[in-house]
Nanobody
Framework: QVQLVESGGGLVQAGGSLRLSCAAS????????MGWFRQPPGKEREFVAA????????YYADSVKGRFTISRDNARYTVDLQLLDLKPEDTATYYC????????????????????WGQGTQVTVSR
């Protein structure tokens, strides 16, 4: 089992940046592809970014491509999401998730693929 704890959220002006971090418990972290999802106020949770077990494959939602960067450190059991050029529509609760079923070099953008979830961290972007 993997426990996930997100941090780094906050209030930022449009055009600003944040760095979200997700700390995972246990050595099984390296056996999981990792993803970030977000849930805007009043909307469904949506995919943001994912990274494969070895960090080679990365995949982004079109809405964040070129602005957000996902990375992981398998020695520290962390996965980060760098958010640049933030927009008001990026306001959401951001969740870290782990997928222990996807093959080694692959990632998934499907919420149903992810087994373990963090509690979320709030990102608010003001105009």
């Amino acid at each position: 089992q993997v426990q996930l704890v997100e941090s780094g959220g906050g209030l930022v002006q449009a055009g600003g940046s944040l760095r979200l971090s997700c700390a995972a418990s246990g050595p099984t972290f390296t056996g999981n592809a990792m993803g970030w999802f977000r849930q805007p106020p009043g909307k469904e949770r949506e995919f943001v970014a994912a990274i494969s077990r070895n960090g080679v494959t990365k995949y982004y939602a079109d809405s964040v491509k070129g602005r957000f960067t996902i990375s992981r450190d398998n020695a520290r059991y962390t996965v980060d999401l760098q958010l640049l050029d933030l927009k008001p529509e990026d306001t959401a609760t951001y969740y870290c998730a782990a997928d222990n079923r996807v093959s080694a070099g692959s990632v998934s953008s499907l919420e149903m693929s992810y087994v373990y979830w963090g509690q979320g961290t709030q990102v608010t972007v003001s105009r």
